[in-house]
């Protein structure tokens, strides 16, 4: 309840899960605060049932690995990964693991061993697996809740089924055999959710409307949102390996949310500047550019516009594969007790296949 009552979780409420896509679905609202709270509730269910299989979890453990899904979002700036790179160039989980360490200097060490099981460094791998591989609970939460508030069921999963078809063997974390197919719909719906929500045209193009307009006023003047968070996120570009520069960098990136960007957009609504203005106000009226999907390269494949300047014209290539096997592989215990990898399954391989996706902006 401390680390949930402290500000730097707090400000998850204030973080849409799925950024701009709710200008496609419009009931996509829900925030990375209940997508933490689903995923802490899912470990708990799953280290609940691990112990009951005999597997030994320490009281330590199970907080620490709870504490470790429960702030492993905390590192997401203004509308999760749309902004990412483009107010500081530092991967989330980089941000996370810096703002963990600042919550564990302020609780005097109570995040020592969560830390250890959010990085992977625990022996017991399982722990980290759950909370990071191809088969995790945070996958298992944003799934299905965000299939349940864009609207989309293909996108449902079988969570209980899959936490009950847990197992361990040497520390790494498996499921039996007989769950298969419920893996198969996993990520199945992995698949059409990526396809149908996540890599939907209309978000993408407002998404890369915001990284334009960000990088435009960047070169154009200073920024004028009205946010001193803002401000300084997006003035520290150099030295976050010094500990001091690092710190303050934390103490305003955790001030800032989803409500600082529409605060920039109603700024530059009417900048001198017409692209600036057009574009802010695109953002706001929802009044976005088109966008044309293709399943095949078009004849000229390159860019055309220039960021910054245009985005008509401008052509782009998204890759997605359902199941990657070099990302690490979902272990299978087969009924005669050998442990494989999925990607052994031949009728499955459909799911590693990739797929391509180009879209050039109208």
Same mark, same amino acid.
């Given at each position: 309840?401390?680390?949930? =009552?402290?500000?730097?979780?707090?400000?998850?409420r204030?973080?849409k899960?799925?950024g701009?896509?709710?200008?496609?679905?419009?009931?996509?609202?829900?925030?990375?605060?209940?997508?933490?709270l689903g995923?802490?509730? $899912?470990?708990?269910?799953?280290?609940?049932?691990?112990?009951?299989?005999?597997?030994?979890?320490?009281?330590?453990?199970?907080?620490?690995?709870?504490?470790?899904?429960?702030?492993?979002?905390i590192?997401?700036?203004? /509308?999760?990964? &749309?902004?990412?790179?483009?107010?500081?160039?530092?991967?989330?989980?980089?941000?996370?693991l810096?703002?963990?360490?600042? $919550?564990?200097r302020? /609780?005097?060490?109570?995040?020592?061993?969560?830390?250890?099981? %959010?990085?992977?460094?625990?022996?017991?791998?399982?722990?980290?697996?759950l909370?990071?591989?191809?088969?995790?609970?945070?996958?298992?939460?944003?799934?299905?809740?965000? @299939?349940?508030?864009?609207?989309?069921?293909?996108?449902?999963?079988?969570?209980d089924?899959?936490?009950?078809?847990?197992?361990?063997?040497?520390?790494?974390? #498996?499921?039996?055999?007989?769950? #298969?197919?419920?893996?198969?719909? %996993? $990520? @199945?719906?992995?698949?059409i959710?990526?396809?149908?929500?996540?890599?939907?045209?209309?978000?993408? #193009?407002?998404?890369?409307?915001?990284?334009?307009?960000l990088?435009? +006023?960047? =070169?154009?003047?200073?920024?004028?949102t009205?946010?001193?968070? /803002?401000?300084?996120?997006?003035?520290?570009r150099?030295?976050?390996?010094?500990?001091?520069?690092?710190?303050?960098?934390?103490a305003? %990136?955790a001030?800032?949310?989803?409500?600082?960007?529409?605060?920039?957009?109603?700024?530059?609504r009417?900048?001198?500047?017409?692209?600036?203005?057009?574009?802010?106000?695109?953002?706001?009226?929802?009044?976005? @550019?088109?966008? =044309?999907i293709?399943?095949?390269?078009?004849?000229?494949?390159?860019?055309?516009?220039?960021?910054?300047?245009?985005?008509?014209?401008?052509? %782009?290539? +998204?890759d /997605?594969?359902?199941?990657?096997?070099?990302e690490?592989? #979902?272990?299978?215990?087969?009924?005669?007790?050998?442990? &494989?990898?999925? @990607?052994?399954?031949?009728?499955?391989?459909?799911?590693?296949?990739? +797929?391509?996706?180009?879209?050039?902006?109208?």
């Open positions: 309840m401390r680390l949930i =009552e402290h500000p730097y979780f707090q400000r998850l204030r973080i899960q799925l701009l896509t709710h200008y496609v679905y419009p009931g996509a609202v829900h925030t990375r605060f209940n997508h933490a995923a802490y509730h $899912l470990m708990t269910e799953a280290l609940l049932h691990l112990q009951q299989k005999g597997h030994a979890i320490s009281q330590e453990e199970f907080e620490a690995a709870q504490m470790a899904i429960l702030l492993h979002d590192g997401h700036g203004p /509308f999760s990964h &749309v902004l990412e790179h483009s107010l500081v160039n530092v991967h989330h989980e980089t941000i996370t810096w703002m963990m360490e600042s $919550l564990n302020s /609780f005097g060490g109570m995040l020592d061993l969560a830390i250890e099981v %959010f990085q992977g460094r625990h022996p017991k791998k399982f722990l980290h697996q909370i990071s591989s191809q088969l995790d609970v945070d996958r298992l939460d944003y799934l299905k809740r965000d @299939s349940f508030y864009t609207g989309v069921v293909e996108g449902n999963i079988g969570i089924r899959l936490i009950l078809m847990m197992d361990v063997s040497d520390q790494n974390l #498996i499921l039996e055999e007989k769950s #298969i197919y419920t893996i198969e719909k %996993f $990520l @199945s719906s992995r698949r959710m990526y396809l149908q929500v996540y890599l939907h045209k209309t978000a993408l #193009i407002a998404e890369k409307t915001l990284r334009a307009l990088h435009r +006023i960047g =070169e154009a003047d200073q920024l004028r009205g946010s001193v968070a /803002f401000n300084e996120v997006t003035g520290i150099e030295g976050l390996e010094n500990q001091s520069q690092r710190e303050k960098f934390i305003h %990136f001030r800032l949310d989803d409500i600082d960007v529409w605060a920039l957009l109603k700024n530059y009417d900048h001198p500047d017409p692209q600036i203005a057009a574009w802010a106000a695109a953002l706001l009226d929802r009044t976005l @550019s088109k966008i =044309e293709t399943h095949q390269p078009p004849p000229d494949v390159q860019n055309e516009g220039k960021v910054g300047e245009t985005l008509k014209g401008q052509r %782009f290539k +998204i /997605f594969t359902a199941y990657d096997p070099e690490g592989e #979902i272990m299978i215990r087969q009924k005669n007790g050998l442990i &494989v990898p999925l @990607s052994s399954y031949s009728e499955f391989s459909y799911l590693m296949q990739k +797929i391509s996706r180009y879209y050039t902006v109208k």
